[in-house]
């Protein structure tokens, strides 16, 4: 039997949706869930792929990504000069989309290998490959530990200022926030250092600490 993305989605309706729903993410779509706390906005995408997507990775469109994005208070796309004017809203506040947020993620299968520093950036192996439909519940399940395990932890954590600001101030493009041994990890997505959008970044977390944003 040829297996297709509603396969998928179904299969993370059962496993993933009641976990995500339990700890809040009950704004959005299936695909495209929000929470929100406060000023807090984590936000979690949950995307097949496309025919044409499928064909150039040599997979199925019932194979699917993991993203992840996170606002907080103080450093948040809703501050951010280069997105704020384009955040959408939904009944529970701003959703904004998983590249307007400064931090920004994606889940790895259990068994991808550690993240590799190659000649274009950083390279892990974030494709959860589907090819049959009873694959789907085995991906489902296993992204569902993966949040049970470290994911949720990640998007409700208490991120020190100050070590964001170390981070934004070095040189790495895009710094790693956190990293798993299977190559899933929050990185944020404040592009080369001394750019525009770098120092907006660092402009909006240098304002937090010295309480400007909460004033």
Not at 83 to 89: A, E, L, N, P, W
Not at 143 to 169: K, M, P, S
């Amino acid at each position: 039997m040829q297996v297709k993305a509603s396969d998928t989605r179904a299969a993370l309706k059962r496993h993933v949706l009641p976990l995500l729903r339990g700890h809040g993410f009950e704004d959005g779509t299936p695909q495209k869930l929000w929470r929100h706390d406060g000023d807090r906005i984590a936000h979690i995408e949950l995307s097949c792929l496309s025919t044409y997507e499928a064909k150039v990775r040599d997979a199925t469109t019932a194979s699917f990504l993991v993203r992840l994005g996170l606002s907080l208070p103080g450093y948040s796309a809703t501050l951010d000069p280069f997105q704020r004017d384009y955040v959408k809203s939904g009944p529970n506040g701003p959703r904004p989309s998983e590249p307007q947020m400064p931090i920004r993620g994606m889940v790895c299968p259990a068994a991808s290998p550690p993240l590799v520093r190659g000649r274009w950036g950083k390279e892990v192996q974030a494709l959860w490959q589907v090819e049959t439909p009873a694959e789907c519940d085995a991906a489902a399940v296993d992204l569902a530990g993966q949040f049970a395990d470290y994911v949720l932890d990640w998007l409700r954590r208490d991120w020190d200022f100050a070590e964001l600001l170390h981070l934004l101030e070095g040189p790495d493009p895009s710094p790693i926030l956190v990293l798993a041994q299977n190559g899933s990890h929050l990185w944020l997505d404040a592009e080369l250092a001394g750019s525009p959008i770098r120092n907006a970044h660092i402009a909006m977390v240098k304002s937090w600490l010295s309480g400007g944003a909460r004033g």
